[in-house]
């Protein structure tokens, strides 16, 4: 299957700085990455669409200059969670689609996120 | 919102078959069922989908109903590592579509 490298694994940093998140499909080009988010015992959550070489597209209620999406190569995807605070604490993940005619998502290990 | 309900948790005898069941009433005729599972703290595995016909693969069964409202995912000799949560998704193509995840089944599979 498809590997989707996704780091780090985990970050705990001081509230009011920022954390970036990559996402790097390491054997096939994604022109489409997702970004979900999922805070304890609850369902994952889609937070944007991020699209190889323009803008993300963000879900409802998702604050994009908040979560900074960046998709600038075929590769790799990061998110940027700018001015972290302990509210943004939770299990971030991303996934891609391989390419056309592969009908599944690949998923990343995660992120742990703790805002202190 | 999620198209589909399933059961919050269920359990399962380590060696035994494990069946979890889906309904998704509202499916339309161009809409795939797809299974994906996650095990505490990783991201999600994609597990099996499909169309209208049972499908089976190295990991599970899959079987429609044939009015298509309904599904069930079988792990045909359940391990201690299949504990996880099982969510059932409906989607246009998957992967193309962003899926939208539910609240899933935590199946905890006993010794």
């Known amino acids: 299957g498809a590997v989707v490298s996704q780091h780090p694994s985990r970050v705990i940093c001081k509230s009011g700085t920022s954390v970036k998140i990559e996402c790097r499909s390491l054997?096939?080009?994604?022109?489409?990455m997702f970004w979900y988010r999922q805070f304890p015992k609850q369902s994952l959550m889609l937070m944007a669409t991020?699209?190889?070489?323009?803008?993300?597209?963000?879900e409802q209620g998702v604050e994009k200059d908040k979560f900074l999406i960046n998709h600038a190569s075929l590769t790799l995807s990061t998110l940027t969670v700018t001015s972290a605070h302990p509210e943004d604490s939770s299990f971030y993940i991303c996934?891609?689609?391989?390419?056309?005619?592969?009908?599944?998502?690949?998923f990343g290990s995660g992120t742990q996120l703790s805002v202190l | 919102d999620a198209k589909t309900t399933q059961p919050p948790s269920m359990d399962c005898a380590e060696g035994r078959a494990a069946n979890l069941p889906c309904n998704h009433s509202?499916?339309?005729?161009?809409?795939?069922v797809y299974w994906y599972r996650q095990i505490h703290s990783q991201g999600p595995q994609y597990i099996i989908h499909?169309?209208?016909n049972n499908e089976t693969n190295e990991m599970a069964s899959l079987i429609i109903t044939e009015d298509r409202k309904s599904s069930t995912l079988i792990l045909p000799h359940a391990t201690l590592r299949d504990t996880a949560v099982y969510y059932c998704i409906v989607s246009f193509q998957g992967g193309s579509e962003k899926l939208v995840f539910g609240k899933g089944t935590k199946l905890t599979v006993n010794p």
């Open positions: 991020s699209n190889e070489g323009s803008k993300a597209t963000y």
């Open positions: 499909g169309l209208k």
């Open positions: 054997d096939f080009q994604a022109t489409t």
């Open positions: 996934s891609v689609q391989p390419g056309q005619g592969d009908e599944k998502l690949f």
């Open positions: 509202t499916i339309s005729g161009n809409e795939y």
